[in-house]
């Protein structure tokens, strides 16, 4: 896959600007956050991404293609952009087993049905829930559902794979528990994800770089221990000082 890239994106909602100028690349298989304070743009950022929202100017693409070159009439709709979504509620769909969960994305596609059974499988083994795939969502722990809503992130393949705060759900001790395993998924899967948190333990673990926003504004991108070490700003310190 080609670098992701978001350039100069700037949003506002009604008359208030909460995007300024963002701009950043992503590369093939880097595991990449957006770190910040609530409010400060992280969602409105990745929403843009997916195409769910559009920026007022600027442009994302991966590679050559193009999914907003500055005109919502010529944006690339969400369902085009081959990317995985998974957000913070992980909302599966109650009256389906885990499988036909999984099923739904793929028969969207219009995957073949042998193709279908395979693809679930393997992304079921991947979080290791396979063995769960004719339960019900609510038969299911909060871990064990966020770990289905991943699996149906990542059972078509997509080109980027973006996740909302997809463990706030969880509480403290399955919340460390799924951080490990995120990592395991990203050594195996080894997809290029665009990661969304307040959490700096969780952007600090598992990422290759992180973006650190406050009040819609791109303070600093780097390396974890560059975050950590050398703040690029007050703001920036004193958040990642901050024990959330
Ligand atoms: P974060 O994900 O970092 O918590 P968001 O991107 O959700 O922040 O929100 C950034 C700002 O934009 C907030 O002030 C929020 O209230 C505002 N906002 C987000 N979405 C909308 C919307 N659809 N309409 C109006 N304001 C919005
Ligand atoms: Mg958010």
């Excluded at 304070?37 to 590679?63: M, N, Q, Y």
């Excluded at 038969?139 to 080109?159: E, F």
């Amino acid at each position: 896959m080609p670098e992701l890239a978001v350039e100069n994106i700037t949003k506002s909602f009604h008359g208030t600007t909460v995007l300024e100028d963002i701009d950043f690349t992503v590369a093939d298989g880097e595991f990449f956050t957006l770190l910040g304070p609530s409010g400060c743009g992280k969602s409105t950022t990745l929403s843009c991404v997916a195409g769910l929202e559009h920026p007022d100017s600027g442009t994302i693409r991966v590679g050559d293609e193009v999914f907003f070159d500055g005109l919502p009439r010529t944006a690339v709709p969400p369902e085009g952009r081959n990317l995985g979504l998974v957000f913070q509620s992980y909302a599966l769909w109650p009256h389906m087993t885990i499988a036909d969960n999984l099923a739904l994305p793929l028969k969207l596609r219009k995957v073949a049905k042998a193709e279908q059974r395979r693809l679930i499988d393997d992304a079921l083994t991947k979080v290791d829930m396979a063995h769960l795939r004719d339960r019900y969502p609510h038969q299911l722990s909060g871990g064990q559902q966020q770990r289905v809503a991943l699996a149906r992130g990542i059972v078509y393949s997509p080109g980027v794979l973006l996740l909302d705060e997809p463990l706030s759900n969880l509480d403290a001790k399955m919340r460390g528990q799924a951080r490990m395993w995120l990592k395991d998924l990203q050594r195996e899967v080894g997809i290029t994800t665009v990661y969304v948190t307040h959490d700096q333990i969780e952007a600090m673990s598992l990422s290759d770089r992180i973006a650190v926003f406050m009040h819609g504004r791109l303070q600093q991108v780097g390396t974890p221990v560059e975050v950590y070490e050398t703040p690029a700003t007050p703001e920036v310190a004193g958040f990642i000082g901050r024990c959330n």
